[in-house]
């Protein structure tokens, strides 16, 4: 190196053809770092150049240009090399990251899942064990929705408990209206988290595959039937006056024509499905006129749920109309521990004939 | 305009609809259980269909069809009718209709 640090110098005030800029960058990087990590593309221009040029000057100089030519592909390789080394070492490391984040979000969803199942709600058509494999769906959007339901029963909870100690207490009617706003507003709230699940999966809010396996059982287009409801519990939050009795009585009625009428229209449309899916060539992400089909069924059996939510909607709105606020307060108390009931059967299958705990 | 408000006031209860619609044809087996023929006009067998389909929206019907019209007025889609006949309104409206049997 130092030998041509020399050789550069003398050139450098030969002045007949002065290539001494491409030079003097040399010198000034072997004097700094001892390397070339600076690429000039022009280097291979000047050097023929200067072969021309230098010729007089003799074979010395030629041999340095040569040696240096090859210095300067490996240098040039050697640059590469780092650059892409930087490069991978990048990657990875932002690949980790993610990694971890994603591991991170997995223990969490697990610990969630762990809570919801040892609080004894039973997850609706999760044979495996395996703790990501529940509901049918791993649809992040349906496991919020899903999280957001058991939120919603914990809340339902809640406030059942609120209402019963308020209307054993002296309370005036005042509270007790806001009570029952709240516990209205909140199955409202349900009813359109079900409308937004029905958008990502509608087979899955349709089939109560989010509720308890009790729940299920008694499914009606992805929910309770209002009429059975009205059938049965109206009795218990006797006494009423007559005229009441004849309109919940004319509402059960209503309800069961509107719900008869609804089951015939799913079943029309269930038939219109399977010969959907029979003739289609349903491949997925080829589009194909059956596809268009399928959408428009499956927006149709989305529109079969709102419908159903909407009627047990106007049940319960309905029965705020006919009865007093206090008799439409212990309607809703025996319907939500009705729910609760319900929901908590699979429990007392389950736990029959053990020993307690 | 006028096919729709014409076809609307030729009998008592007048359904539009459309031959692929379910819905429709839950709210049509509604009235039959109500003891009314209604007179149903599928929209989409229609050579002016779109055009009745835009109209029937700039009445105000929350959704195409199934567009109910009880004497001529336009009672809305299947939610309207299914609070109505809830409340026990859809059977006053409809007692002059209903067929003897």
New interface residues.
């Given amino acids: 190196m130092d030998s041509s640090s020399s050789q550069y110098v003398s050139t450098r005030n030969i002045g007949v053809y002065d290539p001494t800029h491409q030079f003097t960058i040399w010198e000034d990087h072997f004097k700094s770092n001892g390397d070339l990590s600076l690429y000039e593309p022009n280097m291979k221009f000047n050097n023929q150049s200067e072969d021309a040029s230098f010729g007089i000057l003799g074979t010395s100089i030629k041999y340095d240009q040569q040696a240096n030519k090859l210095t300067e592909k490996m240098q040039r390789r050697l640059a590469q090399n780092r650059e892409a080394a930087r490069k991978s070492r990048l990657k990875k490391k932002a690949h980790i990251q993610q990694l971890e984040s994603c591991r991170l979000k997995l223990v969490q969803v697990e610990q969630e899942l762990d809570n919801t199942r040892q609080q004894g709600l039973y997850i609706g058509g999760g044979l495996d064990s395996n703790n990501l494999g529940f509901a049918g769906s791993a649809n992040s959007e349906i496991t919020t929705f899903k999280m957001e339901y058991e939120h919603w029963v914990e809340e339902q909870n809640r406030q059942i408990l609120e209402l019963n100690s308020a209307l054993s207490s002296h309370i005036s009617d005042t509270q007790i209206e806001e009570l029952v706003n709240g516990i209205m507003n909140h199955y409202f709230k349900l009813f359109c988290m079900k409308s937004d699940a029905a958008k990502i999966d509608v087979f899955y809010v349709i089939t109560g595959m989010w509720k308890t396996t009790s729940e299920q059982f008694f499914l009606w287009i992805g929910g309770f039937r209002p009429s059975e409801l009205l059938k049965v519990l109206v009795p218990l939050i006797e006494p009423l006056t007559e005229q009441q009795r004849f309109?919940a009585y004319?509402?059960e009625k209503?309800?069961r024509?509107?719900e008869?009428?609804?089951s015939?229209?799913?079943e029309?449309?269930q038939g219109?499905l399977t010969d959907t899916v029979a003739a289609g060539e349903l491949i997925e992400g080829t589009y194909t006129p059956h596809m268009d089909t399928a959408i428009?069924r499956l927006e149709?059996l989305a529109?079969?749920v709102n419908?159903a939510d909407?009627?047990r909607q106007?049940?319960l709105q309905?029965m705020s109309?006919i009865l007093t606020i206090r008799q439409t307060a212990r309607w809703l108390l025996v319907l939500g521990e009705y729910f609760q009931r319900l929901r908590d059967l699979s429990k007392v299958w389950a736990n029959r004939g053990r020993e307690p705990a | 305009m006028e096919k729709v408000m014409r076809l609307a006031s030729e009998k008592g209860v007048v359904i539009f609809t459309k031959s692929s619609c379910c819905l429709c044809y839950a709210v049509n087996i509604l009235f039959q259980e109500l003891g009314i023929r209604p007179m149903v006009h599928e929209i989409d067998q229609d050579p002016e269909g779109r055009d009745m389909e835009k109209a029937l929206l700039r009445l105000g019907c929350t959704a195409p069809v199934p567009a109910v019209f009880i004497g001529g007025k336009l009672m809305g889609s299947t939610n309207e009718i299914m609070s109505l006949h809830l409340s026990g309104s859809l059977t006053q409206l409809l007692k002059p209709y209903q067929s003897r049997s």
């Fill in positions: 309109d004319n509402l209503s309800c024509q509107a008869d009428a609804l015939q229209g799913m029309k449309l219109m428009e149709a529109s079969f419908q909407h009627l106007e049940t309905q109309r």
